[in-house]
């Protein structure tokens, strides 16, 4: 007994040191966006300063960069959310033929590695000269992302009670009544949690972007050019904003969870 | 429109748009990059199908070890992360209780912080004089030249941790679904607990690692960022080449033959894989 409870013990410390491990560079990165530097390199500590949080929209093009993502993201999340959620929502109520293929799509676009994604879609648009920029670049996340949505709702879909939409027919609502009433409601939850997904998707990818930004820059995109020379502490405010923002929206939708259950 | 048809129709108008997207950017992207990668001529006198499959011979001659360093990469990597992830995994599902989704709120925390700006952060804690190595150096624990940066081990420790979370998590799920009741039986059957885990925990959690392992690899192996910050200029990737051809030198054929054979050796490993491990349908794992 004692023996299982010392291991038991061990695996949660050990389990406790791989959080650290993962929450590491977030706390570095945290760490120093408080840092006073003066000069142009923000690499070693010399006191804590909140004077970065002021400053934070003094480099235009960064500032740029961080909208673009935005925008990019809320576009991604808005297409690809209903996109995928129809098609989720296709492959979760119906049997019909080409099913199968369309899983296989799915599966394989989820699959692939993203630099191939990235360069083969780059060779289309070389292909037929179309300029790169910022359309380009929603489309590849939208492409990139409607696979995972429409997996996030299938599987939504498919615990659904379907006799509540039959119920709903034999009370006298037509197809678009039962789906605005019955369905949509019931499916929402999958459809918002794929919707998300997408966003954060699109918001943090770097290399089907890469591929495909031409001269537009993403926030990704402009930290990884700004590697060379350094980031700007203003990077590491923006980081932690948006880490903090995620953890806001977690903590909440969890404590709602809980609240409805 | 007759009701039924309407019905039979309904599931073909759903995907329309969404398969009419995924069919345009991604599936006919892929044969345009085939017949790219066998096309011959330059970005400023133009390009024509030739059946060339010089930029095949010449990619891989020419990038071999690039080549074989991202397998052996992404191996290291993926076995890491299977050795690392595995007792976090059954720690969380067997004894994290009621706070289990707290644990994988935590593990997936670096998932909020851009996968660049991560990287980086490494690169700047692991530095020459940095966070880590600089009080080991001033304090006379390591030589004033040693440095982890620009080294495979940089590398690999960078994928291993950019992509632990999509191992753990399989795993977890495959973990948690284990009915204790089997536990219990394999008890009662006098096995004991080192049996009851190699007989019993470990089959059932093999679909989770076998999802974890197609989660990690392929990212893991394409990979060019880990490379490129934290590799330093002899540790290349196949990934750094092909974003290089593509970006910078523009030899399109080439970065496609490159792309291509990439994508080949991907498939063809998770399909060796599927068949060796002979678990269900590769699909049926990944769908669930």
């Known amino acids: ?261 | 429109m007759s009701s039924r048809l309407r019905a039979a129709l309904t599931p073909y108008a759903l995907i329309f748009p969404g398969g009419l997207w995924l069919a345009i950017f991604f599936v006919v992207p892929t044969v345009v990059m085939l017949s790219l990668s066998l096309q011959s001529g330059d970005v400023v006198s133009g390009y024509a199908f030739t059946f060339n499959w010089h930029s095949y011979v010449d990619g891989i001659t020419t990038y071999h070890d690039q080549i074989v360093r991202s397998v052996i990469y992404g191996l290291a990597a993926t076995l890491i992360q299977i050795v690392v992830g595995f007792p976090v995994a059954y720690w969380i599902a067997f004894r994290g209780g009621r706070r289990k989704s707290v644990y994988l709120f935590l593990l997936l925390l670096p998932f909020l912080v851009s996968f660049v700006l991560r990287t980086i952060s490494w690169q700047f804690f692991l530095s020459d004089n940095g966070l880590l190595l600089g009080p080991l150096k001033s304090l006379g624990l390591l030589p004033q030249d040693f440095h982890i940066l620009a080294t495979s081990v940089a590398v690999v420790c960078g994928l291993a941790y950019n992509y632990l979370p999509f191992m753990v998590l399989p795993m977890y799920v495959a973990l948690e679904r284990i009915d204790p009741r089997l536990l219990e039986a394999a008890q009662d059957l006098y096995a004991g607990r080192t049996q009851t885990f190699l007989r019993v925990v470990l089959p059932l959690s093999l679909p989770g690692v076998f999802a974890g392992v197609l989660m990690t690899f392929v990212p893991a192996t394409s990979d060019y960022v880990n490379a490129s910050v934290l590799g330093g200029t002899s540790n290349t990737m196949i990934g750094n080449v092909i974003q290089n051809q593509f970006l910078v030198n523009q030899d399109y054929p080439v970065a496609s033959a490159l792309s291509f054979t990439l994508m080949a050796l991907l498939l063809a490993g998770i399909y060796a894989y599927a068949r060796v491990l002979g678990t269900e349908d590769v699909l049926e794992v990944a769908a669930r």
């Open chain 1, 1 to 261: 007994m004692n023996r299982g409870l010392l291991r038991g013990r061990g695996l949660q410390i050990y389990t406790w040191l791989v959080i650290a491990w993962l929450a590491l560079p977030i706390a570095v990165m945290i760490l120093f966006g408080f840092n006073d530097t003066h000069g142009r390199y923000n690499t070693s500590w010399q006191g804590f300063t909140l004077k970065w949080y002021g400053k934070l929209f003094e480099i235009g093009d960064l500032t740029q960069a961080l909208v673009n993502s935005i925008v990019i993201a809320v576009l991604t999340m808005v297409v690809a959310g209903v996109l995928g959620s129809l098609i989720g929502l296709a492959l979760g109520r119906y049997r019909f033929r080409g099913a199968g293929t369309t899983n296989l799509v799915m599966f394989a676009a989820i699959s692939c590695a993203e630099i191939v994604m990235g360069a083969s879609l780059l060779s289309l648009f070389v292909t037929l000269a179309v300029p790169l920029g910022f359309w380009t670049i929603v489309i590849s996340h939208v492409m990139f992302s409607i696979s995972f949505v429409a997996v996030t709702v299938r599987a939504r879909v498919m615990t659904l009670d379907r006799s509540l939409e039959e119920a709903a027919r034999d009370l006298g609502a037509g197809t678009w009544a039962t789906f605005r009433l019955v369905t949509l409601p019931m499916i929402f939850p999958g459809v918002l949690a794929g919707s998300m997904l997408a966003f954060a998707l699109s918001i943090d990818d770097f290399v089907i972007t890469n591929f495909n930004s031409g001269s537009t820059l993403t926030f990704p995109l402009w930290i990884w050019g700004a590697t060379r020379v350094g980031l700007p502490p203003q990077v590491n405010v923006m980081g932690t904003l948006i880490f903090a923002a995620g953890v806001l929206l977690a903590v909440a939708n969890a404590l709602l969870a809980r609240r409805r259950a």
